[in-house]
């Protein structure tokens, strides 16, 4: 498996989570990653890109959630966790970590439109609640 996505659960609005997302070895360094989410009713959209590479590696991020998330990468581990500040009930949500191409970079990786992306490599996400 590509990637292994953990983490997720329920919080009070203020609160924080952090999603875990490991990348099998041979592609950590050569795949881009990009974290998802799709809340009840609405469209699967991405929330930040990855690009591809090592400690080089740069991210960036929708309006939405930029200076709340923040993606820590331990390259020892081929982690690229989606760590999730001052949660707000609209941030609800599946979540999914993605690989959406080699070497894209991040703020190509954060336009991928999710009907690009085969069925198979979504995976079964995680559930983010955020309530009052």
């Known amino acids: 498996q590509l990637l292994l996505l953990s983490g997720g659960g329920s919080v009070e609005v203020g609160g924080a989570l952090r999603l875990s997302c490991s990348v099998r070895?041979?592609?950590?360094?050569?795949?881009?990653i990009a974290w998802f989410r799709q809340a009840p009713g609405k469209r699967r959209e991405a929330r930040a890109g990855?690009?591809?590479?090592?400690?080089?590696?740069?991210?960036a991020y929708a309006d939405s959630v930029k200076g709340r998330f923040t993606i820590p990468r331990d390259n020892a581990k081929n982690t690229l966790d989606l760590q999730m500040n001052d949660l707000k009930s609209e941030d609800t949500a599946m979540y999914y970590c993605?690989?959406?191409?080699?070497?894209?970079?991040?703020?190509?990786?954060?336009?991928?439109?999710?009907?690009?992306?085969?069925?198979?490599?979504w995976g079964q996400g995680t559930q983010v609640i955020v309530s009052l």
């Open positions: 993605v690989a959406v191409g080699p070497r894209l970079s991040a703020s190509r990786a954060l336009d991928v439109m999710p009907t690009g992306i085969p069925f198979a490599q």
């Open positions: 990855v690009a591809a590479g090592g400690s080089d590696g740069t991210v």
């Open positions: 070895d041979d592609a950590y360094s050569g795949q881009s």
